[in-house]
């Protein structure tokens, strides 16, 4: 069970990373479009 927990660990960190670049990703394209209208 040890080994299975260290195991998951980094792919949940790896799963964080990219959810974190994509909503770096979704808001940088937000302050584009609000540059847009303004």
């Known amino acids: 069970m040890k ?7 980094p792919f949940l960190k790896i ?3 990219i959810n974190i670049s994509i909503e770096q990703q979704k ?5 584009l479009t609000y ?3 303004l």
């Open 35 to 37: 540059k847009k209208y």
């Open 27 to 31: 808001n940088q394209k937000k302050s």
């Open 3 to 9: 080994i299975y927990i260290d195991a998951i660990i």
């Open 15 to 17: 799963l964080n990373w």
